[in-house]
């Protein structure tokens, strides 16, 4: 099981009791519901460094929490990522979020510490896939968190899963050189087929086509973007009928919201949690992500 909770004063990644992972990212929650369970069962929790890894033999759930400094963010970046890649080698990565701290600083004479992050996980890719990276590369996001940990939650596993892109969104990895000298690394959704049932991931989505950020400083306008842009994914990801939709929200600071209409986003009935983020683009006040479950029936 993979816990992901809210909450959270300082970001913190843990095994429970119960063998548990849970993640703790230092972000503040406007919804009832603080945490999302991943119902993956069973398996052996173990601590690897800066890693917690549990591992059923079908799925691989892990977490990690690291301190980021002025000087290093591109070196923690690699480091965690490095890990990451070590523990997942010969599995297929499904799904990764990333809490970045102070996402949008810029510590003087260097870029903003949302590309230098950028710079190290595309670095780390390349590192593991060289000439491959692109077609590895699962749904994901990357919000602000507060403190100075840089926190990242992966889920990863041995079928094969497929990844899906937006026709009406440049592909991230393909973003020009103005957002970062090296693009995000992450697929828009990826979907696949476990032993734990069939999982549909949509990555981090706000009011973007192509690669312009829309409507800066309206939020609704950006959060009608934002539903079109999810419901095309949906839309891409296929005839899944889910048992449970998770919609997580992160709503920057500055927005002044509290509150979205989770149900239009969505497309649909939804478990939402809402939670306090800055986005990784500065104009933009709100971004969603979903994940999507179907147990698979007992007969195959
Ligand atoms: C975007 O569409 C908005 O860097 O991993 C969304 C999802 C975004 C993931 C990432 C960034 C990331 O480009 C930002």
Redesign the pocket.
Same mark, same amino acid.
């Given at each position: 099981m993979l816990v992901i909770r809210f909450g959270a004063t300082e970001s913190r990644v843990h095994i429970s009791p119960s063998g548990e992972i849970v993640a703790e990212p230092a972000s503040p929650v406007f919804s009832s519901v603080w945490e999302e369970r991943f119902p993956i069962p069973g398996g052996v929790a173990t601590h690897e460094g800066d890693w917690v890894w549990c591992d059923n033999g079908d799925m691989l759930c892990g977490a990690a929490a690291a301190r980021v400094g002025e000087t290093d963010f591109e070196s923690v970046t690699g480091r965690l990522y490095d890990a990451l890649f070590a523990r997942t080698r010969g599995l297929h990565l499904y799904r990764v979020w990333?809490h970045v701290p102070a996402i949008n600083a810029v510590a003087p004479g260097r870029e903003e510490n949302y590309k230098r992050f %950028?710079l190290g996980r595309a670095s780390a890719f390349e590192r593991e896939y060289p000439g491959d990276c692109e077609r590895r590369m699962p749904a $994901? !996001? $990357?919000v602000g968190v507060g403190g100075d940990r840089l926190v990242i939650v992966v889920i990863a596993g041995r079928a094969k899963p497929e990844h899906f892109e937006n026709p009406e969104?440049t592909p $991230?990895y393909r973003y020009p050189q103005k957002y970062g000298p090296k693009p995000? !690394?992450?697929a828009r959704a990826t979907r696949v087929r476990t032993r734990c049932g069939e999982w549909a991931f949509v !990555?981090?989505? $706000?009011a =973007?086509k192509g690669s312009d950020s829309l409507h800066a400083g309206d939020f609704d306008a950006q959060s009608r973007v934002t539903a079109e842009n999810l419901f095309i994914m949906r839309r891409a990801i296929g005839a899944l009928s889910p048992s449970t939709v998770l919609l997580r929200t992160y709503l920057k600071p500055a927005s002044g919201r509290v509150s979205v209409d989770a149900r239009a986003l969505a497309g649909g009935p939804c478990e939402p949690v809402l939670v306090s983020a800055d =986005? %990784?683009?500065s104009e933009?006040l709100l971004?969603c992500e979903l994940t999507l479950r179907t147990p698979l029936s007992s007969t195959p």
């Open positions: 990333n %950028c $994901a !996001s $990357a969104q $991230a995000p !690394s992450f !990555s981090g989505t $706000a =973007i =986005i %990784c683009r933009l971004e």
